[in-house]
Each structure stands twice: as C-alpha cells, then as structure tokens.
C-alpha cells in the first residue's frame, strides 16, 4: 500500500512528485493521484497522519493500486 501520509509531507516539503515516486518506490500515478486529491479538498499531513492506517486501507485497490478518492475522505469524520 502506498504510503499516503509521507507522499503528502514529502509534497508539502516541496519535493517533486518524480522524486517522491523514487524515494518511496511508488508509481507516479499513484503519487500524482494523492497530491491531487489531498490538494483538491484541501488534506494537511497532519490531519492525514491521525488516520488510522487500517481505514486508509480498507478504501484503497491493492491490486490495482488505486485510490478510491470518495472512500478515503470519509477517514476525515
């Protein structure tokens, strides 16, 4: 499973999503697709790390990696 909260602090550090990619050994289009997210409703590290790990889980494709966008906001209630 992709690493969430890091690939959001490595970001908001102001590393480059390439160099995410690489650090953490994760697609690109993963990378590209959290930042995007988190961006688009506006998700600091801090809050992303308070999520339990388990919830980020069970609303994200393993197999495919894919994120299910609508399943990991509701982690925030």
Same mark, same amino acid.
């Given at each position: ?7 959001? #602090?490595?970001?908001? /550090? $102001?590393?480059?999503?390439?160099? %995410? $990619?690489? +650090? ?7 990378? /590209? !697709?959290? %930042? !995007? ?6 998700? $600091?590290?801090?809050?992303?790390? =308070?999520?339990?790990?388990? =919830? +980020? ?5 393993? #197999?495919?990696?894919? %994120?299910?966008? !609508?399943? %990991? ?5």
């Amino acid at each position: 499973m992709p690493n969430y909260p890091e690939i959001v #602090r490595l970001h908001e /550090s $102001s590393a480059s999503q390439r160099s %995410i $990619s690489q +650090m953490l050994g994760t697609n690109r289009n993963i990378v /590209s !697709k959290v %930042i !995007k997210l988190v961006t688009a409703h506006q998700i $600091s590290y801090q809050e992303l790390a =308070k999520w339990e790990t388990q =919830k +980020m889980e069970a609303h994200s494709d393993h #197999r495919n990696q894919r %994120i299910n966008a !609508k399943s %990991i906001l509701h982690c925030r209630l």
